[in-house]
């Protein structure tokens, strides 16, 4: 098995001080659009939007207008609400997803890291059988079985992350076990159980947090490859995937319906990707090591 | 070396068992029986009941398993009870379509990530670089089948220069194949780049650091050949690790660009088999990628030990 890890932290290795400095302004725009999308999610029932599923026929792809902000689909559904309210799928599978991934990797990576021996290298070992599928196969035979549902999305996609939020937990952990203050507490006789979760986790929910917002920008992206084939969300309910997918049969007609889904996003994941990559940076050890 | 080749051969074997264990288990434990899904409309609780008979659906799940196993390693993987095609017959006629896809895209990549890795490592922290680093990163979050849509677009819709859906064989017309090739490879490539670019781009900042390349400038070796003879090699380490990791990510971008512009790779088979419940060719066709991978995995480790002898030595 190759085993390494795709590394992103070579090029902010090479340049810390700076790299963080520079990020900046980026990192606050970035942290801006998370806020207005998680704003306009929530509250998607509040604003005065029209019905993402009405249909008129009348109206079908009309530009955009007072009525119709960003014009309407090829059913003639208002584009903004249908947007906005595939805003809330994309949160939410890609923010309860990765939650999945967070407790069970997490807890695995932990303890596997932290008591070594046969327990680690079944954990490592059945994290490889996982591993071996790729991704997005293993998404589509599942929901294939299990048929086309939110929380089947969601569930699926929270279990292909559990591998690598126990890779990153179980690296933490294994390099925190050897300090001082873990030593200590052990000679003090404290239990594993308060090892685990006063001393080590701790330490490992930092790397761990921002690797968590990494997850969700790639939680999105799968979300909406899924439902871009037509195998993620069920309609009439809009997720961006779908909505692009749609656009996609009149891309000649009105390659709007297909763009603007694809910016929100394109900008959604880079936010993520941003700010994960610059709270990485900052409470990644190796760095300081440098 | 042969030590290091029977040990990860060794290790090999439990994880393919347990991968064709969870391929099974995923077809076999959840809802919707196979049994039904041949009946469709006309199951009665009767019908069922025989067909699960004449299948072995009703025996444990163990010994199901255990058959099951037996069939694949004498290379039976079932047939497909709608086209009547075995898995094999249905996965040859289509692999060369996705082999010829991801290794165009490979080459893609590499052919705009490496040169642009190089020029970046060879003026670290200058505009270009920065300027071509940023673009990866951004890169990185543009999902394949965005940068598929885009392509389309441009290419096929405002400009009018390539196909966007259709496929023929190379062998029927070589030129005609690339063309319709051309776009999904491209979109594939473009998932591919920033990340050979990110990965080698690192390792050839640490390389041109060292004492032999300061030798070969001191020798007054032209910079062209010091990056590009001198330095290529031992930086491309991890490049191959990637390169074979992405693989795996390739197939998955496989599934959704041979959707998108309608070739008949395995990507498409897998989810025509989604679409009409075809379970015997989806557990056939997963458990066929997902051993491709583990091994794809094993020649990359392999590969990985021969540039770098610490590794086969337990050094590193």
């Given at each position: 098995?190759?085993?390494l890890?795709l590394?992103?932290?070579?090029d902010v290795?090479?340049t810390p001080a700076r790299?963080v400095?520079r990020?900046?302004?980026?990192f606050w725009?970035?942290f ?7 704003a306009v999610?929530l ?5 005065p939007?029209?019905s993402p599923t009405d249909?008129d ?5 009309a530009p ?10 090829g059913?003639?559904?208002?584009e903004?609400a ?9 949160l939410?599978v ?10 069970v990797?997490?807890a ?9 021996g ?5 954990v490592?070992g059945?994290?490889?059988?996982l ?22 999305l ?5 279990v292909l992350?559990?591998?690598a ?20 507490a ?7 159980l308060r ?5 080590l986790l701790p330490?490992?929910?930092?790397p761990?947090?921002a ?10 992206v799968?979300?909406?490859a899924l439902?871009f084939l037509?195998l993620?969300v069920p309609?009439?309910i809009?997720?961006w995937?779908?909505?692009i997918?749609?656009?996609?049969e009149?891309l000649?007609a ?9 910016i929100?996003m394109f ?6 990707n ?10 990644d050890p190796r760095?300081?090591?440098? | 070396?042969l030590?290091f080749v ?11 068992l ?5 391929t ?9 029986d196979?049994?039904?899904?041949i009946l469709?409309?006309?199951?009665t609780?009767?019908k069922?009941e ?7 659906l009703d ?7 255990v ?13 497909s009870f709608?086209t009547g095609q ?5 996965v040859a006629e289509?692999l060369?379509?996705?082999f010829?896809?991801?290794?165009l ?7 705009i990530?490496v040169p ?5 490592a ?6 270009f670089d ?5 673009s990866?990163?951004g890169?990185?979050s543009v999902p394949?089948f ?10 096929a819709?405002?400009?009018r220069?390539l ?5 023929v064989?190379f062998?029927e017309d070589p030129?005609?194949n ?5 776009l ?5 490539g473009?998932a591919e780049w920033?990340?050979i ?6 390792d050839?900042?640490a390389?041109?650091q060292?004492?032999?390349?300061a ?5 007054g ?6 990056l ?11 490049l ?5 990791i ?6 998955g ?8 512009f ?16 075809d379970?015997?060719?989806l557990?056939g066709?997963?458990l066929?990628?997902?051993t491709?991978f ?11 030990a021969?540039?770098?002898p610490r590794?086969?030595h337990?050094?590193?």
């Amino acid at each position: 098995m190759a085993t390494l890890e795709l590394a992103i932290e070579e090029d902010v290795a090479a340049t810390p001080a700076r790299r963080v400095r520079r990020l900046g302004p980026l990192f606050w725009v970035a942290f801006g659009w998370m806020v207005v999308v998680f704003a306009v999610a929530l509250l998607a029932d509040v604003l005065p939007l029209p019905s993402p599923t009405d249909m008129d026929m009348l109206e079908r792809r009309a530009p955009i207008s007072a009525e119709h902000w960003l014009g309407t689909d090829g059913l003639g559904r208002d584009e903004l609400a249908r947007l906005v309210y595939g805003a809330r799928i994309s949160l939410v599978v890609g923010l309860c997803a990765p939650m999945i991934g967070l407790g069970v990797g997490g807890a695995l990576g932990m303890l596997a890291g932290y008591f070594r021996g046969r327990f680690e290298t079944w954990v490592v070992g059945s994290m490889d059988v996982l591993l071996a599928f790729p991704p997005l196969i293993l998404a589509l035979a599942v929901t294939a079985y299990l048929g086309q549902s939110i929380l089947n999305l969601t569930l699926i996609l929270g279990v292909l992350g559990i591998p690598a939020f126990m890779r990153v937990a179980r690296a933490a952990t294994l390099t925190l076990a050897r300090r001082e203050f873990v030593i200590a507490a052990q000679a003090l006789g404290a239990t594993h159980l308060r090892i685990l979760l006063r001393e080590l986790l701790p330490n490992v929910l930092l790397p761990l947090a921002a690797f968590f917002l990494l997850g969700v920008a790639l939680t999105i992206v799968a979300e909406g490859a899924l439902s871009f084939l037509g195998l993620g969300v069920p309609p009439p309910i809009s997720s961006w995937g779908s909505m692009i997918g749609e656009g996609r049969e009149s891309l000649e007609a009105a390659p709007r319906l297909a763009f603007i889904p694809a910016i929100a996003m394109f900008l959604t994941v880079l936010s993520f990707n941003l700010v994960g990559d610059t709270l990485r940076a900052l409470t990644d050890p190796r760095q300081g090591a440098l | 070396m042969l030590g290091f080749v029977a040990r990860r051969l060794t290790y090999l074997v439990p994880v393919l068992l347990a991968v064709s264990l969870l391929t099974f288990l995923i077809a076999s434990l959840l809802p919707g029986d196979l049994a039904y899904v041949i009946l469709g409309d006309q199951a009665t609780p009767d019908k069922v009941e025989a067909l699960r008979h004449d299948m072995g659906l009703d025996q444990p799940l163990l010994i199901r398993y255990v058959g099951w196993l037996g069939h694949i390693l004498q290379g039976d993987f079932g047939r497909s009870f709608r086209t009547g095609q075995t898995v094999l017959q249905a996965v040859a006629e289509r692999l060369p379509v996705s082999f010829e896809l991801m290794i165009l895209a490979e080459l893609a990549g590499l052919l705009i990530g490496v040169p642009l890795a190089i020029v970046c490592a060879a003026r670290s922290g200058g505009a270009f670089d920065r300027f071509v680093t940023s673009s990866a990163f951004g890169m990185l979050s543009v999902p394949t089948f965005l940068s598929a849509i885009l392509l389309i677009y441009l290419f096929a819709v405002e400009l009018r220069l390539l196909p966007a859906t259709g496929y023929v064989p190379f062998a029927e017309d070589p030129l005609g194949n690339l063309r319709f090739m051309a776009l999904p490879a491209l979109t594939l490539g473009f998932a591919e780049w920033p990340g050979i670019m990110r990965v080698l781009r690192s390792d050839m900042i640490a390389t041109l650091q060292e004492d032999f390349i300061a030798l070969a400038r001191a020798k007054g070796l032209k910079p062209s050949r010091i990056l590009f003879v001198h330095a290529l090699k031992p930086s491309s380490l991890t490049l191959v690790t990637v390169t074979g990791i992405n693989i795996g990510r390739l197939m998955g971008g496989a599934v959704i660009v041979e959707s998108i512009f309608a070739l008949p790779g395995i990507g498409r088979l897998l989810v025509g088999a989604i679409y009409t419940r075809d379970l015997v060719i989806l557990q056939g066709v997963v458990l066929l990628v997902a051993t491709g991978f583990v091994i794809m995995n094993f020649i990359v480790d392999m590969l990985y030990a021969v540039l770098d002898p610490r590794i086969r030595h337990g050094h590193a």
